[in-house]
């Protein structure tokens, strides 16, 4: 056989493997996009919304917006009087707002809180669950799901992140033959945010398991050693190892623990305590807050150093911040301040939140066009694919209409009523339910999900005038503005006129017709 | 084509654990700097074992190889 004869036969069996590999590749990548578009959808906009956490939860409790000179840290924790011996204690930020008490009641398993107000005994109840409620729900709301979804929630981002891979190869192979490809290199680059929101949010909800697996064969069963080297990532695992309570005993006053926190770490700004066992042999406060100065720290650490005081004597156990030392507290530290933006302004989390969006409606988008392609024939696959499109698109424009619904509940509800945070809650999941059911059942998928993004922009529209009937801070109150609530106020009014535009361009849009006409006769056969 | 696929992602998380915990357990460096390494490399190199994987004709072959390459990471550890 010559060369020549060998090269020809040589070619048609490499030729298949490369069909062979693009089609699987194809096959990973619109099937695992297809499957997580829709959740992944509820964590990406619920997770950019958490970029804003800390000015929702000025905006959304009338209590954070009244300025509030602090005493001794002793005489607010007498006047707080925290029930449990673990706890929680939260100052006033930026000398506003009234302090604050989380804690687990003995017969309960969630976090409650209250107020302390001013006066001896007063206290008042948590009202507000929205911006904690957003927190919750970018990991599918685990506080009431459980940490089985929320390890769910880490292996469909690992689904996205495979998309993304499968994408990425496929495009590459594909440079070869066009020029196309360039253009989808360029998309795929502007997705890097949301693939490293995906990382590091996979390896923080996923990285205990990998520890707790990884105690047998890499540490020997050992489980001290591994969650000494594991640090952050095992941070969880032995959190659920609660100390046992010891003996009663009197703890140093908070000042004092306070007054040892700051010679540990003199830059220490105190912003809360974090009590476990307190008033107990063994009882530890937390000291936790920023450090000024020290731009040349990490800035994961300027955001969250926190020091362990012993209650019995005012000894500190340990500096967690920038004196961790190893890799493991420098990768967490990385991730971590990546993960929670804990860096750049206001107009970097603003740029952030317009590409974690943005990069989430395409990719829904983009899938949901596939698989109304999918779906245009007969059979199970294609019927499951009609189904799995209306899904999605239902899951997309509903996410909006339930944060929506989510802002408008928290201005409408009476602040006095006692179930109000509970209620508020339950608004996201059935808005969304019903979001999902009328795009189900609609002939007309695009154009329900137009009348969705419309209806969402029209719910949130009067958010911001009804704060001022709580709040004078924002851009509709009448007294001194507050720069953190005329800022969400702002945000609200441009968020709803971005929907009432989407809204309009979906619906006016040629492509959403072509796409309309084939949504309504889906026997309609189609190579495209 | 669905079950080579499958089998690539079902078969590839275990490979991967035990290439990740031979990592951590033998790589020429300090504890925490191999074992963290190990962590960060677990989700990419199962996404790679995945995305390898469809390069391999038969289904079969991928079995094969993940049981003869889970074998030896397997008798390393031990």
Same mark, same amino acid.
């Given at each position: 056989m010559s060369p020549r004869d060998a090269g020809a036969s040589a070619r048609p069996a490499e030729v298949s493997t490369r069909r062979l590999a693009r089609k699987r590749l194809n096959l990973i990548r619109r099937w695992s996009g297809a499957l997580v578009a829709a959740p992944l959808h509820i964590m990406f906009v619920a997770g950019a919304l958490t970029l804003f956490y800390e000015p929702l939860t000025r905006w959304e409790e009338p209590l954070a917006q009244e300025p509030r000179a602090l005493g001794d840290y002793q005489r607010l924790l007498d006047a707080a009087a925290p029930p449990t011996a673990e706890f929680q204690l939260y100052m006033p930020r930026n000398d506003l707002g009234w302090p604050s008490v989380a804690y687990v009641p003995p017969e309960a398993d969630t976090w409650q809180g209250f107020w302390v107000g001013s006066e001896p005994s007063q206290r008042l109840p948590r009202r507000e669950a929205l911006a904690g409620f957003l927190y919750d729900a970018h990991f599918f709301w685990h506080r009431a799901t459980g940490l089985v979804v929320e390890d769910v929630a880490g292996f469909l981002l690992i689904g996205y992140l495979l998309s993304v891979a499968s994408e990425m190869l496929l495009s590459c192979e594909r440079r070869t033959r066009s020029p196309e490809p360039l253009r989808? /290199? @360029? #998309?795929? =680059? !502007?997705? #890097?945010?949301?693939?490293?929101? =995906?990382?590091? %949010? #996979? @390896? =923080? $909800? @996923? %990285? *205990? @398991?990998? $520890? #707790? =697996? !990884? $105690? $047998? *064969?890499?540490?020997? %069963?050992d489980g001290e050693r591994a969650l000494r080297v594991g640090g952050y990532f095992a941070e969880e695992l032995a959190e659920r190892e609660d100390p046992e309570p010891g003996p009663e005993a009197p703890a140093l006053a908070l000042d004092h623990l306070v007054a040892a926190a700051l010679r540990a770490e003199p830059r220490l700004i105190v912003e809360s305590f974090s009590a476990v066992n307190y008033g107990r042999e063994n009882g530890t406060v937390d000291v936790r807050g920023s450090v000024t100065g020290g731009e040349e720290l990490a800035m994961s650490s300027r955001r969250n150093t926190s020091v362990r005081v012993r209650t019995l004597d005012g000894r500190v156990l340990g500096v967690q911040g920038e004196r961790t030392e190893g890799a493991t507290a420098w990768v967490a530290r990385c991730l971590q301040g990546f993960h929670h933006t804990w860096y750049g302004g206001p107009f970097v989390r603003a740029l952030l939140f317009a590409l974690v969006i943005a990069g989430s409606c395409a990719f829904v988008a983009r899938h949901f066009r596939w698989l109304e392609r999918a779906g245009r024939g007969s059979g199970r696959v294609a019927r499951a694919s009609r189904v799995l499109a209306r899904w999605t698109l239902g899951m997309g424009s509903g996410t909006f209409v339930a944060v929506a619904a989510l802002f408008l509940a928290s201005r409408s509800f009476p602040l006095s009523w006692a179930s109000r945070s509970v209620a508020e809650e339950f608004v996201f999941p059935v808005t969304l339910a019903a979001c999902v059911g009328w795009s189900l059942s609609s002939s007309d998928a695009v154009r329900c999900c137009a009348r969705q993004l419309g209806l969402a922009g029209l719910t949130l529209l009067p958010v911001p005038i009804l704060a001022a009937r709580w709040s004078s801070a924002g851009v509709f109150g009448a007294g001194p503005r507050l720069a953190e609530v005329v800022a969400v106020d702002t945000g609200l009014a441009v968020a709803s006129v971005a929907l009432l535009g989407a809204a309009h361009a979906l619906g006016r849009s040629p492509r959403s017709r072509s796409l309309q006409a084939a949504l309504a006769s889906p026997g309609t056969s189609s190579s495209s | /084509?669905? %079950?080579s696929v499958a089998a690539s992602i079902v078969l590839g998380l275990p490979l991967t654990l035990l290439a990740a915990a031979c990592w951590a357990r033998f790589a020429p460096l300090d504890e925490q700097a191999r074992f963290v390494s190990a962590l960060l490399l677990v989700f990419p190199g199962w996404i790679a074992s995945i995305c390898a994987f469809s390069v391999v004709r038969r289904p079969a072959a991928v079995l094969a190889i993940c049981v003869a390459a889970g074998v030896v990471l397997t008798f390393c550890l031990c």
């Amino acid at each position: 056989m010559s060369p020549r004869d060998a090269g020809a036969s040589a070619r048609p069996a490499e030729v298949s493997t490369r069909r062979l590999a693009r089609k699987r590749l194809n096959l990973i990548r619109r099937w695992s996009g297809a499957l997580v578009a829709a959740p992944l959808h509820i964590m990406f906009v619920a997770g950019a919304l958490t970029l804003f956490y800390e000015p929702l939860t000025r905006w959304e409790e009338p209590l954070a917006q009244e300025p509030r000179a602090l005493g001794d840290y002793q005489r607010l924790l007498d006047a707080a009087a925290p029930p449990t011996a673990e706890f929680q204690l939260y100052m006033p930020r930026n000398d506003l707002g009234w302090p604050s008490v989380a804690y687990v009641p003995p017969e309960a398993d969630t976090w409650q809180g209250f107020w302390v107000g001013s006066e001896p005994s007063q206290r008042l109840p948590r009202r507000e669950a929205l911006a904690g409620f957003l927190y919750d729900a970018h990991f599918f709301w685990h506080r009431a799901t459980g940490l089985v979804v929320e390890d769910v929630a880490g292996f469909l981002l690992i689904g996205y992140l495979l998309s993304v891979a499968s994408e990425m190869l496929l495009s590459c192979e594909r440079r070869t033959r066009s020029p196309e490809p360039l253009r989808h /290199m @360029l #998309a795929l =680059a !502007s997705q #890097a945010t949301r693939i490293l929101y =995906a990382y590091t %949010g #996979a @390896l =923080a $909800v @996923l %990285g *205990p @398991l990998l $520890v #707790a =697996a !990884s $105690v $047998v *064969p890499v540490f020997g %069963g050992d489980g001290e050693r591994a969650l000494r080297v594991g640090g952050y990532f095992a941070e969880e695992l032995a959190e659920r190892e609660d100390p046992e309570p010891g003996p009663e005993a009197p703890a140093l006053a908070l000042d004092h623990l306070v007054a040892a926190a700051l010679r540990a770490e003199p830059r220490l700004i105190v912003e809360s305590f974090s009590a476990v066992n307190y008033g107990r042999e063994n009882g530890t406060v937390d000291v936790r807050g920023s450090v000024t100065g020290g731009e040349e720290l990490a800035m994961s650490s300027r955001r969250n150093t926190s020091v362990r005081v012993r209650t019995l004597d005012g000894r500190v156990l340990g500096v967690q911040g920038e004196r961790t030392e190893g890799a493991t507290a420098w990768v967490a530290r990385c991730l971590q301040g990546f993960h929670h933006t804990w860096y750049g302004g206001p107009f970097v989390r603003a740029l952030l939140f317009a590409l974690v969006i943005a990069g989430s409606c395409a990719f829904v988008a983009r899938h949901f066009r596939w698989l109304e392609r999918a779906g245009r024939g007969s059979g199970r696959v294609a019927r499951a694919s009609r189904v799995l499109a209306r899904w999605t698109l239902g899951m997309g424009s509903g996410t909006f209409v339930a944060v929506a619904a989510l802002f408008l509940a928290s201005r409408s509800f009476p602040l006095s009523w006692a179930s109000r945070s509970v209620a508020e809650e339950f608004v996201f999941p059935v808005t969304l339910a019903a979001c999902v059911g009328w795009s189900l059942s609609s002939s007309d998928a695009v154009r329900c999900c137009a009348r969705q993004l419309g209806l969402a922009g029209l719910t949130l529209l009067p958010v911001p005038i009804l704060a001022a009937r709580w709040s004078s801070a924002g851009v509709f109150g009448a007294g001194p503005r507050l720069a953190e609530v005329v800022a969400v106020d702002t945000g609200l009014a441009v968020a709803s006129v971005a929907l009432l535009g989407a809204a309009h361009a979906l619906g006016r849009s040629p492509r959403s017709r072509s796409l309309q006409a084939a949504l309504a006769s889906p026997g309609t056969s189609s190579s495209s | /084509m669905f %079950g080579s696929v499958a089998a690539s992602i079902v078969l590839g998380l275990p490979l991967t654990l035990l290439a990740a915990a031979c990592w951590a357990r033998f790589a020429p460096l300090d504890e925490q700097a191999r074992f963290v390494s190990a962590l960060l490399l677990v989700f990419p190199g199962w996404i790679a074992s995945i995305c390898a994987f469809s390069v391999v004709r038969r289904p079969a072959a991928v079995l094969a190889i993940c049981v003869a390459a889970g074998v030896v990471l397997t008798f390393c550890l031990c």
